[in-house]
């Protein structure tokens, strides 16, 4: 017997099951207003240079911009340049200047405030020669998600899953609040980092509460239901961010709800199946008692005592091996292929994903509209990578939607810029294919690996699609260089993750989950004896062939 066994014989899926998968998974959701909230704090209005200050010209005059700034192929002003002294010859109809000396900003700039009142761009004049620090403030959040795994997960073997959690409700609560009160930019990324840290945190520990609660029928549709709430969140921060436009009162909207998380959190029990591998028996069978009470099964919540609830888990126990660490992933040729493979796949997909939700300036639409679009495609997409893994397969799905990804970005690339609803629809498709793919790699990788390393494989995993996320807005900076790297970069990595596997991963659909990593390697050996077989059967039915009286008679 097992401890779903026993979950199911506690009322399976229930009133407490649904309750509390219901509220982890809104915190999850407001999680992805955070991921993309600096699509609307760090938003680039429409800026040029301010006028020098030894002149005394009212700054919104036309005249005096048409004087002093020049324009650029478009007919817009110059956001980086100004001329040395006013051209005022310019003001006279169909004259032109060639040839007149330009300066940089040197007394800073005029924003457009018709759509962002302030964002930390125009606090922080992160314009020009520092445009590239915004990137870099988005880079930061992300190395802080990549610390938050390895700090919150280790967090959570040794302490359990509720306090990380816990703490990490109070830790962006009160470092998303902060950081709306101070007025420096290296306050802004440090509370930026810490807020990252939290999204490891309060993902990591609620997936971990939500799976070790469910019985096994119902952790498929747990699964899909994060990754919905992850899509709800990006609708909400288009929603939010429409109606709070200043940055420092929506970064206060989004930050300010974790408070309340954090105080509802402290009634949420600790995973029974964590406290009894801990030694913690008496608080787990109370917490079980608690489940059978609101699953309407008091009466068989009475009868539980120590020695019913180890009998469920004995198996467990025998099960679990304190020796694995990360070299296994390494050590034998199926595994270290897996490994390889994954990390390319995990990678990939991270920094095409982050790549595109976090640029969405770019299309030249509304910047809100763009927003809910992107979190709209991801509701059928999933819907369709759902069925597909269903009756197709895990690793057609998986590359096809990759591959399928790669390309909308490059063909992006051909699409006229005048164009933009069609380069808008084509970047949402993308969008959608490589959100759907995330969530088919997540079950993909968990049974790829044997169950002794499952986890760690996973976590290893999961840490490559941290650092795609801190890559993507790295790579974003090479447009400078040609506005057609940032598109080559993202489409390229994801149609070779694509192809990585359909060439070096297996199909898992309908196969038994392997326990060993021994196992897996007679899986392997296996496979290989039977492709071995099936060609010498072909080259026998060959032969037979060769000596028949039908070829002769030809």
């Known amino acids: 017997m097992a401890f779903t066994d026993l979950l199911d014989a506690l009322g399976g899926v229930g009133r407490f099951q649904l309750i509390y998968t219901g509220l982890l998974l809104l915190p999850c959701s407001l999680l992805a207003c955070h991921n993309f909230l600096q699509n609307f704090t760090a938003a680039v209005p429409h800026h040029h240079c301010q006028r020098p200050a030894n002149h005394t010209a009212t700054n919104n005059s036309g005249a005096w911009l048409r004087a002093t700034v020049p324009l650029d192929q478009h007919g817009v002003p110059e956001p980086c340049e100004r001329f040395t002294e006013p051209q005022w010859a310019l003001l006279s109809p169909n004259t032109s200047v060639h040839g007149a000396a330009t300066e940089p900003c040197k007394d800073g700039w005029v924003y457009d405030r018709s759509v962002f009142p302030s964002t930390i761009v125009m606090e922080w004049d992160l314009v020009c020669e520092a445009r590239t620090l915004r990137d870099l403030a988005q880079s930061i959040y992300m190395a802080g998600v990549l610390l938050g795994a390895a700090v919150f997960g280790s967090l959570a073997d040794r302490l359990g899953r509720k306090a990380p959690l816990v703490w990490s409700y109070l830790q962006l609560a009160v470092s998303g609040a902060t950081m709306a009160y101070f007025n420096s930019f290296s306050a802004y990324c440090i509370f930026r980092f810490l807020m990252g840290m939290t999204f490891s945190g309060i993902i990591l520990n609620s997936l971990s509460l939500v799976v070790e609660w469910m019985p096994t029928r119902g952790r498929t549709i747990a699964g899909i239901l994060l990754g919905y709430s992850f899509t709800m969140g990006q609708l909400v921060l288009a929603g939010v961010a429409y109606l709070i436009r200043p940055w420092r009162w929506l970064q206060l909207a989004v930050s300010a709800p974790f408070l309340m998380f954090f105080l509802y959190s402290w009634w949420l029990p600790e995973s029974s199946r964590w406290l009894l591998l801990h030694g913690k028996s008496q608080q787990a069978v109370q917490n079980l008692r608690l489940v059978a009470a609101m699953n309407g099964k008091k009466e068989e919540g009475e009868r539980l005592t120590m020695e019913v609830v180890h009998s469920y888990i004995q198996s467990e126990f025998a099960s679990v091996r304190a020796s694995n660490s990360v070299l296994d992933l390494f050590r034998s040729p199926a595994i270290r292929k897996v490994t390889c493979c994954l990390m390319v796949v995990w990678f990939s997909n991270s920094v095409a994903y982050y790549g595109l939700a976090m640029d969405l300036q770019k299309f030249g639409l509304s910047i809100y509209l763009v927003q809910a679009l992107f979190g709209i495609i991801d509701i059928p997409a999933m819907l369709v990578a759902t069925t597909s893994m269903i009756y197709v397969g895990r690793r057609a799905t998986v590359a096809s939607f990759l591959i399928l990804a790669g390309l909308m970005i490059i063909v992006n690339m051909f699409v006229p810029e005048d164009l933009q609803a069609l380069r808008t629809a084509q970047a949402a498709l993308g969008k959608g294919c490589l959100a759907s793919s995330f969530i088919c790699v997540y079950l993909f990788t968990g049974e790829l690996y044997p169950t002794e390393i499952r986890q760690m494989g996973m976590g290893f995993a999961s840490v490559h699609a941290r650092l795609g996320g801190l890559a993507a807005p790295l790579v974003t900076t090479l447009g400078e260089l040609s506005p057609v790297l940032p598109s080559v970069g993202f489409g390229a990595t994801s149609v070779l ?55 002769e008679t030809i």
Do not use: H, Y
């Open 497 to 551: 993750a694509g192809l990585a596997v359909l060439c070096f991963l297996t199909e898992t659909r309908n196969l038994p989950l392997v326990e060993t990593i021994a196992a897996m390697e007679r899986r392997v050996k296996g496979d290989r004896s039977k492709k071995d077989a099936s060609k010498k059967s072909e080259e026998i039915s060959l032969q037979q062939l060769g000596a028949s009286p039908l070829k």
